[in-house]
């Protein structure tokens, strides 16, 4: 996803989960250049699993 006010890269900061998965998902981006935030965008279809990586750069072992 592109920001709607600077064009750059979003990146997902929250993803609102759904307890029935034949709906889609909604998510929270964060533009990665100037920090503007857009909530409850499509996430996914709900087909799949998502794997969600851990960003605060600690060791998950």
């Given amino acids: 996803m592109f920001c709607p006010k600077c064009k750059g890269v979003q ?3 929250k993803v609102h989960e759904e307890k ?3 709906k889609p998902r909604l998510c929270d981006v964060q533009c990665l250049d100037c920090g503007h935030v857009v909530y409850y965008q499509p996430y996914d279809f709900g087909s799949t699993f998502n794997v969600v ?3 605060k ?3 998950s072992k």
């Fill in 11 to 13: 990146t997902v900061i």
């Fill in 20 to 22: 029935d998965l034949s």
């Fill in 53 to 55: 990586t851990n960003n």
């Fill in 57 to 59: 750069n600690v060791d």
